[in-house]
């Protein structure tokens, strides 16, 4: 009888000689679409980074999205690109706007020498013939020059208030002050060039009350340096430019021109809109209404509205307006052949001097280039002393 093997061996052996049934895993569909046969799939599937097709997919996405993006800058480019040459091709716009300045007169310049330069509408009626023009560039190629000196085709009053009655003459020359093109918009479109002229008799009227409103002293006949440029910080000065200049015109004597020639065709309601919203401004600040409130301004302003009505003002063409020694303020309109049109005239001699501040006080004026050149032409007057420079024109 062999011997009898105990339970733990025989255990032990039974399971290590024991294999478990193969797992059964259900067959897969793998040409069906139909919904039961699918597979279950994960909640996050798995994706390698590194399959081909994911790759080309991906890479396919990035090139068109930056396609979009180069497509859209290339059309922005040329829709900006069409818009500069649109601007340029109907704007005239200068190369270099902020050189619209007139050079400052010096002691060897023109001004000194006194040129005598005639419009073709003075020649005309004073039947004398032509003489050659001193110009002065203006810093614009649409109205390139600026004569140095003009002679009115008539004037308001050829009496100066400066002056002994009847001794006026009506064709006395008007020397240039200064000089700047008048823009708008943060464009710097160019409107018109404009530039101030002073009788030449009447030189001698301006320096004296300049000196005397920048003089230590009343009887100073000219400025030391110190003094010089206080009057030049003053005639730059928001607020006290406008107070020197209210002073000067205000007391008359002074017979002024202010050309104006436009850059490109314009109507008389730009024009007039510009200078009546000037003069509401000014005559409504605090301190000064209660000198602009009668009815005879209301009616003084009515009547400079009206002398702008209908038509307008070719590109090339000057227009001059005329300030005489009392104040009163005249127009005249160049035509196509050169002669000369009286468009009106205003006898308040507060309207044409709100006019003549839009250009030389005030924190806004319409051309700060103009501003600038005119400071710099009446600091050469003052560098004299007093009735000097006229008797140097003459």
Not at 21 to 44: D, G, V, W
């Amino acid at each position: 009888m062999p011997p009898r093997i105990p339970s733990t061996i025989r255990l032990s052996t039974q399971c290590l000689h024991h294999h478990p049934p193969p797992l059964r895993h259900p067959p897969a569909r793998l040409f069906s679409t139909h919904p039961r046969a699918r597979l279950p799939q994960s909640p996050t599937p798995l994706h390698n980074p590194l399959d081909p097709i994911a790759r080309h997919r991906l890479e396919t996405q990035t090139r068109a999205y930056y396609t979009r993006r180069s497509y859209y800058a290339a059309t922005g480019a040329a829709l900006c690109m069409l818009a500069t040459l649109v601007l340029i091709s109907t704007s005239d716009l200068a190369a270099q706007p902020e050189q619209c300045d007139a050079p400052p007169p010096r002691r060897d310049s023109s001004l000194a020498r006194g040129a005598d330069v005639r419009l073709a509408g003075a020649s005309a009626a004073s039947g004398s013939p032509q003489e050659a023009v001193e110009q002065v560039p203006t810093g614009t190629s649409s109205v390139p020059f600026f004569p140095r000196t003009v002679s009115l085709p008539g004037s308001v009053s050829s009496t100066s208030a400066a002056l002994p009655v009847g001794t006026g003459d009506a064709d006395e020359p008007f020397q240039l002050v200064g000089l700047g093109v008048r823009t708008v918009s943060f464009l710097s479109i160019q409107v018109y060039v404009v530039g101030l002229y002073i009788a030449t008799s009447d030189i001698a009227t301006l320096q004296a009350r300049l000196v005397r409103a920048a003089a230590s002293t009343e009887a100073a006949s000219t400025l030391v340096a110190g003094e010089k440029e206080a009057l030049r910080q003053a005639l730059l000065d928001a607020q006290r430019s406008e107070e020197v200049w209210d002073s000067v015109l205000r007391e008359g004597g002074i017979r002024t021109v202010l050309r104006i020639v436009p850059t490109r065709n314009t109507d008389f309601a730009h024009l007039r809109d510009g200078w009546v919203r000037g003069i509401t401004a000014r005559s409504q600040r605090p301190g000064k209404g209660e000198r602009f409130e009668d009815e005879g301004f209301g009616e003084a302003v009515g009547r400079f509205k009206g002398m702008f009505g209908k038509g307008g003002l070719k590109k090339g063409k000057a227009l001059m307006l005329e300030r005489n020694g009392d104040g009163a303020l005249g127009a005249w309109l160049e035509g196509e052949k050169g002669e000369w049109e009286r468009m009106g005239e205003v006898k308040d001699e507060r309207v044409g001097r709100l006019v003549w501040l839009g250009y030389l006080g005030g924190k806004k004026v319409a051309s700060e280039g103009a501003r600038k050149s005119v400071v710099e032409g009446v600091m050469g007057f003052v560098e004299r002393p007093v009735g000097t420079v006229e008797t140097q024109v003459i």
